[in-house]
């Protein structure tokens, strides 16, 4: 795993959601930064604890997250 000892996941912190190691930052508030259209630099000059790595550590983790076997219906978009 190529996030191994960047991501981590506890209960006790943000609902237990996926975030950068010894920060509060959520892998998901990662990805929807860059679906936004922000770029690394963008993310990394705001969030100053953040490196490169720990971006593409976050993408590598959901990249394994939805390679599971498993369906995900989208719904048709509405017209």
Do not use: C, H, N, W
């Not at 998901?28 to 922000?38: K, Y």
């Not at 770029?39 to 983790?61: D, K």
Request: no cysteine.
């Amino acid at each position: 795993m190529r996030y191994r000892g960047l991501i981590e996941s506890d209960p006790k912190k943000m609902l237990g959601k996926p975030v950068i190691a010894g920060t509060r930052i959520t892998v998901e508030s990662i990805l929807e930064r860059l679906a936004a259209g922000e770029s690394v630099e963008q993310i990394l000059e705001a969030q100053p604890s953040l490196t490169e790595e720990a971006i593409r550590a976050a993408l590598a983790f959901a990249a394994d997250a939805l390679r599971a076997d498993v369906v995900y219906p989208l719904r048709d978009p509405v017209g």
